[in-house]
């Protein structure tokens, strides 16, 4: 009997495993080739968003007339967007140029260091 119970356990950890990882897998897939761009904003124009990347780099978005605007997770637009804006943007590529199908910004945290 014991063994029993221990192998119904383990059935229901197995299936419960296999379930978080088929309904995660959507979500991996959600953006489908887009390309992710994370920083902070350097420049805003009428077209495009240049983009200070986490990993130093710039990087020029162009933003389209299909773009959409999320700010603290409410609907925006370009004109709210500014430079010092922490953003993420979900942006395809069209031959060399990356074009923004989803911007989502806010405030960008002030360091500990820089309140004292």
């Known amino acids: 009997m014991p063994n029993r119970k221990r192998n119904n356990l383990l059935y229901c950890k197995i299936a419960f495993v296999l379930l978080v990882a088929v309904l995660s897998t959507g979500t991996g897939f959600a ?3 887009e390309k992710h761009v994370m920083g ?3 420049a805003v124009g009428a077209n495009s968003v ?3 990347t986490t990993s130093q780099q710039t990087q020029i978005v162009q ?3 299909e773009t959409k605007f999320v700010k603290s ?3 925006s637009s370009l004109s709210d967007l500014k ?3 922490r953003v993420v943007i979900h942006a ?3 031959g060399d140029k990356l074009e923004a199908t989803e911007v989502k910004f806010g405030a960008a945290q ?3 260091a820089a309140g004292k």
Do not use: L
């Open 92 to 94: 395809k590529a069209v």
């Open 40 to 42: 902070t904003v350097k």
């Open 73 to 75: 997770g409410v609907a």
């Open 31 to 33: 953006h489908g080739h």
């Open 83 to 85: 430079a010092g804006d």
């Open 63 to 65: 933003i389209t007339s």
């Open 50 to 52: 240049t983009v200070e």
């Open 110 to 112: 002030k360091s500990a």
